[in-house]
Nanobody, 120 residues
Framework: QVQLLESGGGVVQAGGSLRLSCAAS????????MGWYRQTPGKQREMVAL???????RVVESAEGRFFISRDDATRTVDLQMNGLKPEDTGIYYC??????????????WGQGTQVTVSS
């Protein structure tokens, strides 16, 4: 059983900052891509930031220079530092991880989602 536990969402005024954290737990042999996606009403879930197991991280163009993703493979955590928040950043943020579960297949796992609301 694998769980992704998120924390750090909330309400903030435009221009403010929030830090989202996600920790993977369970019988995990290895983690590959880890990242954050965002869901807003009427839109498909979109990738906000992704940290692959190897290679450079990616951030959605609208958040470049404002959002920064970091991961710690020792603790199986991935964080998203969000600065200069804008009302259009509002949404439910989901942690994502590509995980190899011990004795099972590799698969995609999602957190329960955390609400981020940016007021103007």
């Amino acid at each position: 059983q694998v769980q992704l536990l998120e924390s750090g969402g909330g309400v903030v005024q435009a221009g403010g900052s929030l830090r989202l954290s996600c920790a993977a737990s369970g019988t995990i042999s290895d983690t590959y891509d880890m990242g954050w996606y965002r869901q807003t009403p009427g839109k498909q879930r979109e990738m906000v930031a992704l940290s692959p197991a190897t290679g450079p991280s990616r951030v959605v163009e609208s958040a470049e220079g404002r959002f920064f993703i970091s991961r710690d493979d020792a603790t199986r955590t991935v964080d998203l530092q969000m600065n200069g928040l804008k009302p259009e950043d509002t949404g439910i943020y989901y942690c994502y991880a590509d995980i190899l579960v011990t004795g099972r297949r590799r698969g995609n796992y999602w957190g329960q989602g955390t609400q981020v609301t940016v007021s103007s």
